[in-house]
Each structure stands twice: as structure tokens, then as C-alpha cells.
């Protein structure tokens, strides 16, 4: 049984920076992604890595948030900066079976079985 743990949300003012970690137990192995969703809208993904390390990122958030994943600690990263009130949101991190999901694949949710209970990002001033 795979368990996914979200932490490291909170509130930041616009421009700052936080840092979400996702403890990953159970069968680690596969492909890793961000996702979030705002009150009314649809869940979207944010940022996915695959078993070989290729990540992938919305548009929205390149140059900006970076995914990373220790493998040995078996703990997914998200490293957000220059964040905006756009950004608000219930953040997740799910896992798939797949091993490869890169690209358009990566961020979407039905590809993505597992996944954590989320941690609230709020960017406010």
C-alpha cells in the first residue's frame, strides 16, 4: 500500500518562497508529480518527475518552482519562488505505476493513482 504525506505549506506574500515535501512509503517506485487545485476549479498538475529524473512543468510555473525527488529518502520537493497569489491552493502529490510519464503526461491527474491528503498554500499580503 502506497501512503504519500504532504508538508511544508503555509501562507507567503507575494514574491516569496516555500517549500512543500511529500514522504513517500510503500512501493516508491514510479513516476512523481505535483498537483493543486483552487476552490472551484479543476485539480492541475504543477510539476511531475519520472523514475529517470525528467520533470516536467506547467507553463505557469517554469523558471519559477522546481520538482525534485531523493530517491534514497524516498521524499518527493517542490521549491517554489517568486510565488503569486495565483498560486493559492490546496497542493497534492500523487505517484503512478508508470515509470515514464514525461511532458503533457506528467500533469495530468488521471494518469496518477496514489495520492496525499494536500497541504494549503496561501500567497497573500
Known amino acids: 500500500q502506497v501512503q504519500l504525506r504532504e508538508s511544508g505549506g503555509g501562507t507567503v506574500q507575494p514574491g516569496g518562497s516555500l517549500r512543500l515535501s511529500c514522504a513517500v512509503s510503500?512501493?516508491?517506485?514510479?513516476?512523481l508529480g505535483w498537483f493543486r487545485q483552487a476552490p472551484g476549479t479543476e485539480r492541475e498538475g504543477v510539476a511531475g518527475v519520472d523514475s529517470t529524473g525528467v520533470t516536467s512543468y506547467r507553463d505557469s510555473v517554469k523558471g519559477r518552482f522546481s520538482i525534485s525527488r531523493d530517491s534514497a529518502k524516498n521524499t518527493l520537493f517542490l521549491q517554489m519562488n517568486n510565488m503569486q497569489p495565483e498560486d493559492t491552493a490546496m497542493y497534492y502529490c500523487?505517484?503512478?505505476?508508470?515509470?515514464?510519464?514525461?511532458?503533457?503526461?506528467?500533469?495530468?491527474?488521471?494518469?496518477?493513482?496514489?495520492w496525499g491528503r494536500g497541504t494549503q498554500v496561501t500567497v497573500s499580503s
Open positions: 510503500g512501493f516508491t517506485s514510479g513516476s
Open positions: 500523487a505517484r503512478s505505476w508508470s515509470l515514464y510519464l514525461v511532458g503533457s503526461q506528467a500533469l495530468a491527474p488521471n494518469n496518477y493513482g496514489d
